[in-house]
């Protein structure tokens, strides 16, 4: 027998799972603790000592079944040392049986892949200088039972539709509770079978790319479930988990033992596999800070996540440098999107440079001073306005990006639109309102499903999207907002091309507390600028001041308060004109309408821009 080597995470997925060859099935699995391993399945009868597998020097279990193929379904029996015969899935299995079967299946993919242009041109993308708009994406609510082919056609002309440029898809691994919305795995290398075969997810991403369209996913590396047929005390000891303080004490879970060569290579591979495997665009990674952050008093046994302070855990730390750097070497052009709610410096820092080496880091702390101020009234808002501000302190520390999630509108939250004040018309103003802010502000954006038409209900999982509420000119008004957000965003590289650049944006007036105005200026690298007007207040202001860049002729490209929109058509008309006096530091300066609870974005085609935007 040839000792199996543990592969680098590259192709590790090749090794390790059940694989076609020939007239025959070849299987190999890790279980070093164990003292019998075998395949299991309708072909034996399931009798564990039917097909046994054999075990070199390292711990993995390998050998062939002969006479199985595609399709067939099957478990490892393991005995553990205490003679305990264990019934496992298998960790690397590409398929798996839909809930609450638990079986894993034999799969190969036939696909052919129609995105070759799409790939060929991904590894030369930058994406913290080009667009990014997100749509967040629950697969099972957004519309209730469509598989992946028919979502393949239903909502990718619908985020082609409103302009997204990616999708980001809650966890789409195998799951067996529908309530976690993915994010406690038992099958890593499987897509949930809930939507149809691994082929059939690799339909939707193609349909995605070949609509213009770049799929992101959520990762979960943090933690995984107890499940007593998935990755728990696999072999009948500790084995993906640390032995100690192996359980997350909020999440009723067990943590990775990132400290293990062979547990990392199994999530590094992991995190390759749907990048290679499935071309997706990439991946945000789920909970990084309490990866960050442990403190290691025992307390009940357990270790508690502590993100104000305490030990970092270094292996943790290691193991996400070394994930950055290998996806980023292996998939150039991809994003790596960081969930860390720490002031952690340096997460979006090249590894070379001493940092986390991520593309993105989630702003969650502009997520929620945000909606603070906005859950105000705004007769109050003049006393909250730092919070509306306060990101732009720290805004070129890291690439962020700008978060509005699943995580905002369940657990009792309430949907986006429910979070503001005042009867409803007033409601979607403010909401209206905040999403032109919000798309003008540096940094990338996401948007979770419903919010773009004002979801009225909170969120669950159980029931589709309220799209019924389209048939109200009021909502559908804000969704086509939307629209004209992105669209706006793709054609204005202000708002995009210098996201991270200190110098490319400019408060005109941020301290306006007693009018709840914020206005400021965005500049692409040609010196173009944009600039954004926000009155949060419940009345108009008929003839506000505002600095303007240069003299002459502006624009109004975006008007929330657009009768298109649901509004009331207030605002400054088509054109604004901007004499040379001199306002907040600008050179100019212009008495402009600004409708109550409404955003504005103006622009200008003057010939002198570069000249200006350099002064």
Known sequence: ??????????????????????????????????????????????????????????????GTVDGIGAGELYQFEITAANGDHLIKSDPFARFAQLQPQRSSVVHTSSYVWADADWMAARPSHQPHAEPMSIYEVHLGSWKRNLTYRELAVELVAYVQDMGFSHVEFMPVMEHPFVGSWGYQVTGFFAPTSRHGDPDDFRALVDAMHRAGIGVIIDWVPAHFPKDEWALGRFDGQSLYEPAEFDEHPDWGTYTFDFAKTEVRNFLHANALFWLEEFHVDGLRV????????????RGKGQWKPNILGGRENLDAISFLEELNVLCH????????????????????????????????????????????YLHEDPIARQHHHR????????????????????????????SLVRKMPGERPGQLANLRCYLAFMWAHPGK?????????????EWS???????????????????????????????????WETDYERSAFRWIEPNDNLHNVFSFVRYDLAGRPLVCISNFAGVDH??????????????????????????????????????????????????????????????????????????
């Open 1 to 62: 027998m040839q000792p199996v080597v543990i592969p680098v995470a590259d192709g590790a997925w090749r090794i390790f799972g059940a694989h076609v060859e020939g007239e025959g099935v070849r299987f190999a699995v890790w279980a070093p603790h164990a003292t019998a391993v075998g395949v299991i399945g309708d072909f034996n009868d399931w009798i564990g000592d039917a097909d046994p597998l054999s075990r070199d020097d390292q711990g993995i279990w390998h």
């Open 286 to 297: 789920d909970a990084v800070a309490p990866m960050l952050y442990l403190d290691y008093s």
């Open 329 to 372: 070497r292996l998939h150039p052009g991809i994003a790596m999107i960081a969930e860390d709610s720490t002031a952690w410096t340096g997460v979006t820092t090249p590894v070379h440079e001493g940092g986390l080496g991520f593309s993105f880091k989630w702003n969650l702390g502009w997520m929620h001073d945000t909606l603070n």
């Open 387 to 414: 919070q509306m501000t306060f990101a732009m302190v720290y805004a070129h520390s890291d690439h962020y990006l700008l978060p509005l999630s699943h995580d905002e509108v369940v657990h009792g939250k309430g």
């Open 445 to 457: 954006q996401l948007l979770f499903m419903g919010s773009e038409f004002g979801q009225d209900r």
């Open 461 to 495: 999982e159980k029931r589709s999207l309220d799209w019924d509420l389209l048939d109200e000119p009021a909502h559908a008004g804000v969704q086509q907002l939307i629209r004209d957000l992105n669209t706006a965003y793709r054609h204005h590289r202000a708002l």
């Open 542 to 615: 008929s003839a506000y001041d505002v600095g303007l860049p240069w003299p002459g002729t502006w624009t109004p490209v975006i008007n929330t308060s657009a009768s298109a929109y649901g509004g009331n058509n207030a605002g400054p008309g088509k054109t604004v004109i901007a004499d040379d006096i001199a306002h907040q530091g600008c050179p100019a300066s212009a008495a402009v309408h600004l409708p109550a609870l409404g955003t504005i974005w103006l622009t200008s085609e003057s010939p002198t821009t570069r000249e200006v935007s350099q002064q």
